[in-house]
């Protein structure tokens, strides 16, 4: 759903920022989302993939935040809030490079994005946010279906694109690509889905 554009043509972080703080909005390119609340079961998965990672990462440099937690894919660390165009809240989002955050959260490109699908953001999640997410030169996105029970794994290239993904299902496990002695088992993940 997109934001009314009454007063404006394109919205940005700035406006972002004056919107009720019980809503979640994400913009692309200047168009503003309403995201809808997530689903119980879409909580579960969330919270079943945040443990083994927060474990992981417990004493380590790199931090791991869920939604709502505010990602700037601005094109460079300088941007200015009223100039970036793109703002959104990923539902698991992994940050190695501290000068990346802030008190509003992540200025720039994570290392990691996890996305849980639902129908209502199928389009923005497979389409609109990986185009942005490659562009933006995030490592690792994950694309998580609780239908059909399915995890797809998207790795940066050398060539800044993702390469042929990687495809999971609830009897897998997955190798953490920018973190090769971490594996999360799928089972768990996805028991009572």
């Avoid at 909005?25 to 993939?49: C, K, M, N």
């Avoid at 443990?51 to 894919?73: D, E, H, M, Q, W």
Wanted: hydrophobic share 35%.
């Amino acid at each position: 759903m997109s934001l009314p554009q009454k007063e404006k043509a394109e919205y940005s972080y700035a406006d972002y920022l004056t919107w009720p703080e019980d809503e979640r909005w994400e913009i692309i390119d200047g168009i503003a989302y309403l995201r809808a609340a997530p689903s119980p079961r879409h909580q579960e998965i969330l919270v079943a993939l945040l443990v083994p990672f927060y474990y992981y990462l417990a004493g380590k440099p790199c931090k791991i935040y869920p939604a709502p937690f505010s990602v700037r894919l601005a094109g460079n660390a300088k941007e200015k809030d009223e100039n970036i165009r793109k703002v959104v809240e990923p539902d698991i989002t992994v940050v190695c490079d501290k000068t990346k955050l802030d008190d509003k959260g992540c200025h720039g490109a994570p290392d990691l994005i996890v996305e849980i699908v639902s129908p209502s953001s199928a389009k923005m999640d497979k389409l609109i946010k990986f185009d942005k997410y490659e562009k933006a030169g995030v490592k690792e996105y994950w694309l998580v279906e609780p239908d059909p029970k399915l995890v797809t794994v998207f790795t940066l290239q050398d060539d800044r694109k993702y390469g042929r993904p990687d495809i999971y299902t609830e009897e897998d496990t997955v190798k953490v690509s920018i973190f090769p002695d971490l594996v999360i088992d799928l089972k768990p993940v996805f028991d009572g889905v």
